[in-house]
């Protein structure tokens, strides 16, 4: 099939439509209307929920939260694009959409972390919005199939979708989101040997959870276990306590401290595990306690200079050195400062620096200021909770999560498409993934839902820490020390990182098996240059395919956030698309 409904019409591919695909589409024809070019575009998604995508399908329940706070959601506007003949609507900011109103907020009222179901909702409302136009003029088709193969041909793109369809385009996007990885040795390994046994059940994915709450092995008379103790995790288990019909009642509105009211339809026991054992750092409860953590724009201004010169030194970082040593005073005078409720001491500025840069270069450092891995998950839980909440001494490692989350955006900007060594690069991403524990960390009240789960009986953390776990006809068996306790059920929610290596899915596992993109590392994505097109091995490859987002995970840092998917990235890809629309034109004449 060829898809260019008029002659000499530049037709472009944008592959999945979750919120950066949305974001594409925006910025394109924002773009063209500047230029005053037309173009037609085609939409790829899977999934009946263009704009939002699977991450955010407006009709999941509401026990998959934001972690993100309503007041912090920072979605970029669109303004109105006007063309010749037609135009397309302005769209609000998130807060906008929702009614949020600073002015009638004080800094001291607790924080609001909506469902993922509303930011669905909004990108959803924000999609049509802009499709109803461009349908309107024949200038936008979408197309519900997954893409598995992208092919040159002739200068142009063949795209091949799940059932035979082809398209030809001239440019195309990869703006696909999470995408599931080969399974470990482990899933395999229990995917095999359940599929032969007629009682344990696995879910290799945590999503959507309704699957979970609707299979026949999920009852009050059995144990389910949940492999990973991260954001998923809490989800899952909220949905089997609120999901099954049970309440959580606040006892105290401060520290956010919880009662759980079982409904009897809960698991026997939910019992998680990790390697590590360790949970997640709550976000402060409010503006008040957060803006402790805010560096001001003469300490910001500094440590950007900071990372600026030291990424500008005649000889390359070899290390993520120099992003540690940029930020660790940073990070020591706000500590220092006598707006946090620190432990007593006696180090100096310089001293808590050093600290800092000690932790900061391997996570198993011990100090007394920084909360010691030996606590259980339990008691790091509630520690964590009376520093969030403004109630409990603040430790060290809390407060460089938290400065850190803050100095995400400026360092994403930093270094995103600089010519470090494709393993410092790595480097990079894997601290600022160790650092996700605390700045991507749920809200006080998840925790607290954790620990009242636990004080009702229900959540089981005592083989918490890398159980043996063995596979038997009546499910799986956790042991260690002197505690086992037995499974019916098993959920992964350990959410795959983007390794275009290990990639699942046909369309980039194809691009790969056919040589035609270059992995920037084993553990990372693909290269692209800055307006987002494919490098190659072959620098005379004529190629225009795209890639935005996770996929490109290392060329580009920070890919995860909601708010990293609107933006200059894709503005920077949709003027390289107009300049290379007016450049064929040209040839044409």
């Avoid at 399974?183 to 879910?203: A, N």
């Avoid at 306690?289 to 440590?303: F, Q």
């Avoid at 007593?344 to 500025?349: C, Q």
């Amino acid at each position: 099939m060829n898809s260019k409904k008029f002659k000499d019409v530049f037709v472009v591919a944008i592959i999945g439509c979750g919120p950066r695909g949305l974001s594409a589409l925006e910025s394109l024809y924002q773009k063209a209307a500047q230029k005053g070019s037309t173009l037609s575009v085609i939409v790829f998604e899977e999934t009946d929920q263009p704009g939002a995508g699977p991450v955010y399908d407006n009709e999941q329940p509401d026990t998959n939260w934001l972690n993100v706070a309503e007041r912090a959601v920072d979605i970029w506007p669109r303004k109105k694009i006007n063309f010749k003949g037609f135009s397309i609507p302005q769209f609000p900011t998130f807060q906008e959409w929702v009614g949020y109103d600073s002015s009638k907020k004080t800094e001291s009222e607790v924080d609001f972390f909506p469902p993922r179901s509303k930011m669905g909702t909004y990108l959803r409302e924000r999609y049509e919005s802009i499709a109803h136009v461009l349908e309107g003029q024949e200038l936008l088709t979408m197309v519900h199939g997954k893409v598995v193969s992208a092919k040159t041909q002739d200068g142009s793109i063949s795209l091949e979708v799940l059932g035979g369809a082809l398209y030809e385009v001239d440019e195309a996007v990869l703006a696909i989101g999470h995408q599931p990885i080969e399974l470990d040795e482990q899933l395999i390994s229990w995917q095999s040997k359940s599929l032969q046994m007629d009682g344990p059940v696995l879910f290799t994915d945590p999503y959507p959870v309704e699957r979970i709450l609707a299979s026949d092995t999920v009852t009050s008379e059995r144990n389910i276990g949940i492999r990973g103790f991260g954001l998923a995790m809490i989800d899952v288990t909220r949905a089997l306590s609120i999901g099954m019909g049970g309440d959580f009642e606040l006892s105290d509105q401060q520290t956010r401290h919880m009662h759980y009211v079982p409904s009897g339809n809960e698991p026997k026991a939910i019992v998680p595990f990790s390697l590590d054992g360790l949970p997640m750092a709550p976000k402060p409860l409010n503006l008040k306690i957060d803006r402790h953590y805010v560096p001001s724009d003469k300490e910001l201004e500094c440590y950007s200079g900071k990372i600026k010169k030291l990424l500008n030194t005649e000889t390359l970082p070899t290390s993520a050195g120099f992003l540690i040593e940029g930020i660790s005073p940073l990070i020591a005078t706000i500590y220092s400062s006598s707006k946090i409720n620190v432990p007593n001491h006696r180090y100096s500025t310089n001293e808590i620096k050093m600290i800092v840069e000690a932790w900061l270069k391997d996570e198993n450092f011990e100090h007394e200021l920084i909360l010691s891995l030996n606590l259980t998950a339990s008691e790091m839980m509630t520690q964590f909770s009376s520093m969030a909440t403004g109630h409990g001494e603040v430790s060290l490692d809390y407060c460089i999560g938290h400065v850190w989350r803050h100095c995400q955006p400026t360092m994403y900007k930093l270094l995103s498409f600089k010519s470090l060594d494709d393993k410092v690069i790595a480097k990079i991403v894997a601290l600022d993934e160790r650092l996700k524990r605390y700045s991507y960390g749920p809200p006080v009240d998840s925790l607290q839902q954790l620990l009242a789960l636990e004080r009702a009986g229900i959540l089981n953390l005592s083989l918490l820490i890398n159980p043996e776990i063995k596979l038997t006809e009546s499910g799986w068996i956790f042991a260690k020390d002197i505690n086992s306790i037995s499974v019916e059920t098993m959920v992964n929610s350990v959410l795959d990182a983007p390794q275009i290596l290990k990639v699942a899915e046909p369309l980039p596992k194809g691009l790969i098996k056919g040589a035609t993109v270059e992995a920037l590392h084993d553990k990372l994505g693909i290269r692209t240059r800055q307006d987002a097109i494919v490098e190659f091995d072959k620098k005379d490859v004529n190629y225009p395919l795209a890639v935005l987002g996770r996929l490109a995970k290392g060329t580009l840092i920070g890919v995860d956030a909601i708010a990293e998917c609107f933006g200059i990235r894709s503005e920077i890809w949709a003027v390289g698309v107009i300049e290379r629309l007016s450049m064929s034109a040209k040839k044409s004449k």
